[in-house]
């Protein structure tokens, strides 16, 4: 069909050339639509949109998209200049608190008590406890975690984010301190890197994780992964490790695929 979007020559189309084809048409229509639902999605502060607030016609649809594309320069020119703090922990520039890992001879980690106290409750209290005693706490001990996983957890909490590499090796053991020490950023950070990482081979790891720190979505997607790869992961030799650690959770497993057969059996009742 002539039209006059998609066309690569559209000065070869017969006059008005004002035909469109089918998919620029639904094309536009989602666009608008999409534009229409984000705007009245957005909090009436946030609207600082020049644009109508109601778009109508395609013709202020580049404008709205440079407002997006300014916002996000806006936004990432802010995560530089936060993100500058981190700079501190790495040169260690007035550091007044130590973090230990719990295994022993590692040596500890220099951080900042103001930032602690702010990203987790857990810190906080634990650190506004030492102000009635005569010396202020010089360290904290994190028993669980290896010098490593410190390093890591401190990374996260001064840059809010972590290189792939280091989540991929400890995302386990940061799902776990991120739900100890109260940190709601990193427990959404772990869950989704959990989330897109899940295979056969680490569903039974990350279903485990979810129980403990009782994510519900986490735990029900882990779930419906193992059930649709029942197969494989039965007779995977970390099942039977499984099975024992955690006997509640694998009689879950089983309930589940149970369901599913059911479910799936033709001419099912
Ligand atoms: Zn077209």
Redesign the pocket.
């Known amino acids: 069909m002539d039209?006059s979007?998609?066309s690569s020559l559209p000065v070869i189309l017969r006059p008005p050339r004002n035909t469109?084809?089918g998919?620029?048409y639904d094309g536009a229509k989602c666009l608008i639509n999409l534009i229409n639902k984000l705007q009245s999605d957005k909090p009436a502060n946030k609207a600082t949109i020049n644009v109508a607030s109601s778009c109508k016609t395609l013709m202020n649809a580049s404008e709205w998209i440079m407002d997006l594309k300014n916002r996000e320069e806006e936004l990432e020119e802010k995560i530089v200049y936060l993100g500058e703090f981190s700079a501190a922990f790495r040169h260690r520039i007035h550091t007044d608190i130590e973090l230990k890992s719990g295994f022993a001879a590692s040596p500890s980690v220099s951080a900042h008590r103001a930032l602690l106290a702010t990203r987790s409750e857990i810190f906080k209290n634990l650190l506004e406890s030492d102000g009635c005693k005569a010396a202020p706490m010089e360290a904290i001990t994190l028993p669980e975690l290896s010098h490593e996983e410190v390093e890591s957890l401190l990374e996260f909490l001064y840059r809010g984010d972590l290189a792939e590499e280091k989540l991929e090796k400890h995302v386990y053991s940061l799902a776990l301190a991120a739900d100890k020490y109260d940190i709601p950023y990193l427990q959404r950070f772990c869950e989704r890197y959990m989330l897109r990482s899940m295979n056969c081979d680490n569903a039974l790891d990350v279903l485990e994780i979810a129980e403990v720190c009782s994510c519900r979505a986490l735990k029900e997607n882990a779930l419906d992964f193992i059930v649709r790869n029942m197969d494989e992961i039965v007779f995977s030799s970390g099942f039977e490790a499984f099975a024992l650690k955690n006997p509640h959770l694998s009689v879950q497993v089983t309930r589940a695929s149970l369901m599913d057969a059911k479910k799936n059996r033709p001419n099912s009742a």
């Open positions: 039209c979007i998609c469109i084809c998919s620029c």
